[in-house]
């Protein structure tokens, strides 16, 4: 798949900035379990925290395939660092926010002075978004929010959260709606949850008993549903390639390991076995980064891209947990070190066949798509 000039360029960018940026805080975030917050405000000095954006907020105003190749490059450093430069809140407010709500929320997100996280999964609702529980109820001038939400990436080191909640639950898809919540809202706890991949990116539970002004419904009352698919469907392109940088960084790493490792006098890339296991792992990033960028230039083209979107993440995070299991394999002993990158990308790659909607629900959805069910 060959490249525009511009985004070959923008691709060199982005490349720099991961190894001047990224690669030297993953060893401290790593152990730490902290993500450094000054890594936002250094991209957003450098105009890739809004890469999509529009440019009267502060943004790129540049299509979804510079996302993904931002994406890309910042994964095939560190995963988790990248997560935190997604700016999936900021396409939220873009698309449903007030005048108000982006001067407050989506300009001071742009710059890097604020973070964001997405709530909506719950202990009983993850891929079934209408069977989750957290409610909002009209209180006084405002709302009063009740639930629990898990797994909310950024959200212990997040300024204000994007909540989902039933403002009518008899409503089901119609009773759904979006509440902007500072974090630092009387009545809001984030926990901090230890994971297997993804450390340098807190991830959070979070309980909500708290009072929200009128001000933070995003958007129109039940009417979040329709965003909510929308904003999934761009999630699942940007998982995609997430997965697609974990896979190429794994790639790199088996490819540089096998030219250099020496066993019984031989460099091992001159065994068959593992050049067979290379050809496989390139073959399958291949397919991957296709699909990738396919589904991002057919959504950048307006064209129905829900089914390219599903198709994407089920092969890209499928390719990623095949790479870097058969680069750990490669690297056998000296893999399995945790401070190993390989070993990082091993443990990061697991996230993706399970999150943005596991790949049993993207193969049910390709299959009503293409209407083979």
Not at 53 to 61: K, S, T, V
Not at 79 to 92: F, I, P, Q, T
Not at 231 to 257: F, K, M, N, P, Q
Request: proline share 3%; net charge neutral; aromatic share 6%.
């Amino acid at each position: 798949m060959l490249e525009s000039e511009e985004e070959t360029q923008f691709r060199d960018v982005c490349r720099r900035f991961a190894a001047k940026e990224i690669a030297p805080r993953i060893d401290a975030a790593e152990r730490t379990g902290v993500y450094p917050r000054e890594l936002r405000k250094i991209a957003g000095k450098a105009g890739l925290l809004g890469i999509t954006a529009p440019e009267e907020f502060g943004g790129a105003g540049a299509p979804m395939v510079f996302q993904c190749i931002a994406i890309e490059e910042f994964a095939s450093v560190c995963a988790g660092l990248a997560s935190g430069l997604n700016g999936l809140g900021a396409r939220m407010l873009v698309r449903v926010g007030t005048g108000a709500q982006k001067e407050r929320y989506l300009k001071p997100t742009l710059a890097g002075d604020t973070g964001s996280a997405f709530a909506m999964t719950e202990p009983d609702a993850g891929s079934d978004v209408l069977a989750l529980r957290t409610t909002a109820k009209p209180e006084g001038n405002g709302w009063r929010i009740t639930g629990s939400k898990l797994y909310a990436t950024g959200a212990p080191c997040s300024d204000y959260m994007i909540v989902v909640a039933y403002t009518d639950r008899d409503k089901r898809r119609d009773g759904l709606s979006l509440f902007l919540v500072d974090t630092d809202t009387e009545g809001v706890e984030i926990h901090k949850m230890d994971k297997l991949g993804h450390r340098s990116m807190e991830t959070g539970a979070v309980f909500l008993d708290c009072v929200v002004p009128a001000s933070a419904l995003l958007g129109e009352a039940g009417q979040a549903m329709p965003n909510i698919m929308e904003l999934l469907e761009e999630g699942r392109i940007t998982h995609a390639a997430r997965s697609l940088g974990v896979a190429r960084g794994a790639l790199d790493l088996a490819v540089d390991y096998a030219s250099q490792r020496r066993t019984f006098g031989r460099k091992i890339n001159e065994y068959q076995i593992i050049q067979m296991k290379l050809a496989q792992m390139l073959t399958e990033f291949r397919s991957a980064k296709l699909h990738v960028y396919d589904s991002a230039r057919q959504y950048d083209a307006g064209a129905p891209t829900l089914m390219e979107a599903c198709m994407a993440k089920l092969v890209a995070s499928e390719a990623a947990v095949s790479i870097t299991d058969q680069g750990m394999r490669i690297f056998a002993g000296a893999g399995y070190i945790n401070e190993s990158p390989i070993n990082r990308f091993f443990r990061d790659a697991r996230l993706y066949p399970i999150s943005e909607g596991t790949n049993e629900i993207q193969m049910r959805t390709i299959c009503r798509l293409a209407g083979i069910m």
